[in-house]
Nanobody
Framework: QVQLAESGGGSVQAGGSLRLSCLAP????????MAWFRQVPGKEREGVAV????????EYADSVKGRFTISYDNAKTTFYLQMNSLKPEDTAMYYC?????????????????????WGQGTQVTVSS
């Protein structure tokens, strides 16, 4: 079931950049975690980045810190993942997801099973 509309994937060479976009439903997300996950065949889906819609929290997996930036545009109810200095190991299917929480700290260490709203996935391929 596709509930969020994501886009922006593609093929780039190592060192290049891409920006992924995820359009969420047009209501307030001030109490939501908005996250990006990625998955490669044979491996578990892993959290890449998460941001709290009410502000005050944005976190990244160690593997992408300093290279990726997550942001949220409230007016467009769209969140983004700016990916710079891409590496071949970033190659994966990327998924956006949203969950409602009570406290912003619940966004930390995002787990796929906690998220109920998902995008369809967008492929990112980074060549060496």
């Amino acid at each position: 079931q596709v509930q969020l509309a994501e886009s922006g994937g593609g093929s780039v060479q190592a060192g290049g950049s891409l920006r992924l976009s995820c359009l969420a439903p047009a209501y307030t997300h001030s109490g939501d975690c908005m996250a990006w996950f990625r998955q490669v065949p044979g491996k578990e889906r892993e959290g890449v980045a998460v941001i709290y819609g009410g502000g005050g929290l944005a976190e990244y997996a160690d593997s992408v810190k300093g290279r990726f930036t997550i942001s949220y545009d409230n007016a467009k109810t769209t969140f983004y993942l700016q990916m710079n200095s891409l590496k071949p190991e970033d190659t994966a299917m990327y998924y956006c997801a949203v969950r409602r929480v009570t406290f912003r700290l619940q966004c930390r260490s995002p787990r796929p099973a906690e998220y109920g709203y998902w995008g369809q996935g967008t492929q990112v391929t980074v060549s060496s």
